[in-house]
C-alpha cells in the first residue's frame, strides 16, 4: 500500500471552477507539502506545514490555498482555476533521520484546465 | 529567480558509461543538497544526499562531488544502465527552513542499451 496517497490522479477541469486536490499519509509525518511540476521548471513549492497548526506558503502560492485537516491530511485547492495552472501536482511528507532529510511524494495528480 | 540552476536539460549515455549531471546554486546559506529520481508516471523519490561538511559521497554506482568555494555539486551515475533512465532533479535547503527544498529545473537521463 502506497504510503502517500492522492486523490484524483487526474481531473479535467474548466476555467472559473473551484477543484481540490486531496493528500493522504500513512507515514507519520508532521512535514507535508504541496508543489507543481512543469516541464522545464522542475518542482516548484505552492505550500508547507510542519504540523496541524503551521501553514506556510512556499514559493507559488497565489491562486491556491491548502487546509491541514488533520496529521494525515493535507489538501489543496484552486478557488478559480485557471488555464496557466494546469500541470502536475505532487503532495510530499518528510522526516530527518540522522543528517539524512527525505521528502516521500505522492503518485501525482494531472490537472488539466480548459 | 532560479536559485539551483541545474545541466544539461537532457543527456544520453551508453550502457556502462558515466552520467554526470552539474548544478549550482546561489544561496551561500544553503546546507542540504540531495538528488532525486523520478520515473514516468512516479513521483520523485530521494537517491543520495550529501552536507557541506564533505566533498564527496558514494552510495554504490552514485557519487555527489560538492565543491563549495564554486557553489556547484554534481551527480556522476558510474557503469549507468538502461533501468536509470529517469529525471533527475538536485536540490537545496537551508538549516532554518527545515526540509524546504528549491529544486534544480531536472536532467532527462536516457542509458541506451
Known amino acids: 500500500d502506497a504510503d502517500v496517497t492522492q486523490t484524483p490522479r487526474n481531473r479535467i477541469t474548466k476555467t472559473g471552477k473551484r477543484i481540490m486536490l486531496e493528500c493522504s499519509q500513512t507515514k507519520g509525518h508532521d512535514r507535508m507539502y504541496w508543489y507543481r511540476q512543469d516541464p522545464g521548471l522542475g518542482l516548484q513549492l505552492i505550500y508547507y506545514?510542519?504540523?496541524?497548526?503551521?501553514?506556510n506558503k512556499g514559493e507559488i502560492s497565489d491562486g491556491y490555498s491548502v487546509s491541514r485537516q488533520a496529521q494525515a491530511k493535507f489538501s489543496l485547492s484552486l478557488e478559480s482555476a485557471i488555464p496557466n495552472q494546469t500541470a502536475l501536482y505532487f503532495c510530499?511528507?518528510?522526516?530527518?533521520?540522522?543528517?539524512?532529510?527525505?521528502?516521500?511524494f505522492g503518485p501525482g495528480t494531472r490537472l488539466t484546465v480548459l | 529567480q532560479q536559485q539551483v540552476k541545474q545541466s544539461p536539460q537532457s543527456l544520453i549515455v551508453q550502457k556502462g558509461g558515466i552520467s554526470i549531471i552539474n548544478c549550482a546554486y546561489e544561496n551561500t546559506a544553503f546546507d542540504y543538497f540531495p538528488w532525486y529520481q523520478q520515473f514516468p508516471g512516479k513521483g520523485p523519490a530521494l537517491l543520495i544526499a550529501?552536507?557541506?561538511?564533505?566533498s564527496e559521497k558514494k552510495e554504490g554506482r552514485f557519487t555527489i562531488s560538492f565543491n563549495k568555494s564554486a557553489k556547484q555539486f554534481s551527480l556522476h551515475i558510474m557503469d549507468s544502465q538502461p533501468g536509470d533512465s529517469a529525471t533527475y532533479f538536485c536540490?537545496?535547503?537551508?538549516?532554518?527552513?527545515?526540509?524546504?527544498?528549491?529544486f534544480g529545473e531536472g536532467t532527462q537521463l536516457t542509458v541506451n542499451p
Open positions: 536540490a537545496a535547503s537551508k538549516e532554518t527552513s527545515g526540509s524546504r527544498l528549491t
Open positions: 550529501i552536507r557541506p561538511d564533505v
Open positions: 506545514s510542519f504540523d496541524v497548526k503551521d501553514i
Open positions: 510530499a511528507t518528510s522526516v530527518t533521520s540522522g543528517d539524512t532529510d527525505t521528502q516521500y
